[in-house]
């Protein structure tokens, strides 16, 4: 008899900066440039056209007991600055497209989610911080110190 964890699905949650992406098994998910990417990637600086055909970078693929990241990229995918072909997902991994620093990053998580597959979902809002990034998917912000003045 299977237990209650077994027979949720085993969805995959992809943050793809503030776009949180939701999958369940059954079909890979491509990753890359143009249409009819289930995670389309934005390019940096001054995008060139956009491909005709999808250019997929990387497949997510269900294997019946883990999800897998495979590289079909020119230039490579990494985790932690190492270039790798495939890596398994777990839980909080991230990894960059392309380039170890400056490329795509996507962040996974592998909880359970009720969001529907393939689509993106609405960020969880929290109480009194509705509609900002999950605090753990990494992000780029400019801050800037101003001098507080106590009132009179």
Same mark, same amino acid.
């Given at each position: ?14 943050? $793809?900066? +503030?776009? =949180?992406?939701? %999958? ?10 143009? +249409? ?8 940096? *600086?001054? !995008?060139? #056209?956009?491909?005709? $055909?999808?250019?997929?970078d990387v497949i997510v693929r269900f294997t019946g007991t ?16 190492? =270039? ?7 839980? *909080? ?6 380039h170890p620093q400056r490329g795509p990053r996507l962040v %996974?998580?592998?909880? !359970?989610?009720? $969001? ?8 969880? +809002? #929290?109480? *009194?911080?509705?509609?900002? !990034?999950?605090? =753990?998917?990494?992000?780029?912000? $400019?801050? =800037? ?6 009132p009179p």
């Open positions: 008899m299977p237990t209650e964890a077994s027979a949720l699905p085993a969805s995959l949650t992809v943050w $793809a900066g +503030p776009t =949180r992406y939701v %999958f369940t098994p059954g079909r890979d998910v491509i990753v890359g440039y143009g +249409p009819g990417c289930d995670i389309p990637l934005e390019r940096l *600086g001054n !995008p060139p #056209q956009p491909p005709s $055909a999808p250019r997929v883990v999800w897998l990241a495979i590289d079909l990229s020119r230039r490579g995918i990494f985790v932690n600055g190492s =270039r790798v072909p495939t890596v398994e997902i777990r839980d *909080g991994l991230a990894i960059s497209i392309e %996974f998580q592998t909880a !359970p989610s009720a $969001a529907p597959p393939g689509h993106p979902a609405p960020a969880t +809002p #929290q109480p *009194g911080r509705a509609n900002e !990034p999950d605090p =753990r998917v990494p992000t780029q912000s $400019a801050t =800037r110190r101003m001098p507080v003045v106590a």
